[in-house]
């Protein structure tokens, strides 16, 4: 494979953004997912909500909403988007001690919305641990990666295998 058939170089072999200004606009979804391991003091502190910080699993969601909005000046060749809806689903897993975030977002455009569904996920882990280190450094966050996504030229995508 050489520089050409990288979309993302222009003919000095720079990094550009790329054009999409020719793509037809279509519905495009993504999901991506997150975990973040807990001991069980910390796990019961956030199920309980006796983080001194406040409520972890809100605070984390309202993050992740956030940092799906601010995709595009974090990472560099990402389109700003008109996102239609951002949604973060925070759960508690009693087995794993483990907070398990899915992000959704969709949107009508000519690019897809994959990064913005694994930052989301991304930073509401992060904000997890930015509300819990307080008790716990050890704490993993893990399994970060895109679900499925749907729309667009190269059309749908779902992991196999979780």
Same mark, same amino acid.
């Given at each position: ?24 606009i ?5 999901? !991506? *997912? ?5 001991? !069980?003091? %910390? ?5 309980? =909500?006796?983080?001194?910080? =406040? ?5 984390? *969601? ?10 595009? /000046?974090?990472? &560099?060749? $990402?389109? &700003?988007?008109?996102?239609? =809806? ?8 009693? #087995?794993?001690?483990?907070? /398990?975030?899915?992000s959704?977002?969709? $949107?009508? =455009?000519? %690019? ?8 989301? !996920?991304?930073? !509401? ?10 008790? *716990? ?7 970060? $990666? ?8 190269h059309? /749908?995508?779902?992991? #196999?295998?979780?």
């Amino acid at each position: 494979m050489s520089e050409r058939d990288f979309t993302h170089f222009n003919d000095e072999g720079r990094a550009k953004m790329v054009n999409v200004g020719e793509k037809g606009i279509t519905h495009r979804t993504a999901r !991506a *997912q997150g975990r973040v391991f807990v001991n !069980a003091e %910390t796990f019961d502190l956030i199920k309980t =909500g006796g983080m001194k910080k =406040g409520d972890v699993l809100t605070v984390a *969601q309202v993050a992740g909403v956030m940092g799906a909005k601010r995709t595009k /000046d974090i990472i &560099p060749m $990402c389109h &700003p988007i008109l996102m239609n =809806g951002i949604d973060l689903s925070l759960s508690l897993n009693e #087995e794993d001690l483990s907070v /398990d975030i899915i992000s959704e977002v969709t $949107c009508d =455009g000519r %690019t897809g919305v994959e990064m913005e569904a694994l930052t989301a !996920a991304s930073v !509401a882990a992060l904000t997890v641990y930015d509300m819990c280190k307080a008790v *716990q450094r050890d704490i993993r966050i893990s399994d970060i $990666c895109l679900l499925d996504k749907s729309g667009g030229v190269h059309g /749908d995508y779902h992991r #196999e295998g979780l």
